[in-house]
């Protein structure tokens, strides 16, 4: 599957951003998508993921309730709305893709998804 990452800028802390993320293949509605973040220095860390085989939805505790991951199968895309952005959430977001069956304690980890985008900048200014 090839994913293809949209959406990212610059933003004021306290904005809002709605991230995409495109993707080939047939089978498109039987995935598990999922948003990662890298900021300047940091690891890799899980944001919000979508389950393919219940579309059972999670989020990293920081993102919580600012945050909705969303599918539209019809358009095979995948999308990131952030709300109440804060300057410490710039980095670079990552879609990714995996199968429809990820163990509920597994969907917010990188190994549990096989394909991912090249990225699209946030940036959240102070």
């Known amino acids: 599957v090839q994913l293809q990452a949209s959406g990212g800028g610059l933003v004021q802390a306290g904005g809002s951003l709605r991230l995409s993320c495109a993707a080939s293949g047939r089978a498109f509605r039987e995935y598990s998508l999922g948003w990662f973040r890298q900021g300047p220095g940091k690891d890799r860390e899980f944001v919000a993921a979508?389950?393919?085989?219940?579309?059972?939805?999670q989020y990293a505790d920081s993102v919580k309730g600012r945050s909705t991951i969303s599918r539209d199968n019809a358009k095979n895309t995948i999308y990131l709305q952030m709300n109440s952005l804060k300057p410490e959430e710039t980095a670079v977001y990552y879609c990714?893709?995996?199968?429809?069956?990820?163990?509920?304690?597994?969907?917010?980890?990188?190994?549990?998804?096989?394909?991912w985008g090249q990225g699209t900048q946030v940036t959240v200014s102070s």
């Open positions: 990714a893709v995996g199968p429809p069956h990820i163990i509920v304690s597994q969907m917010a980890e990188e190994r549990s998804y096989q394909d």
């Open positions: 979508i389950r393919g085989s219940d579309m059972r939805r």
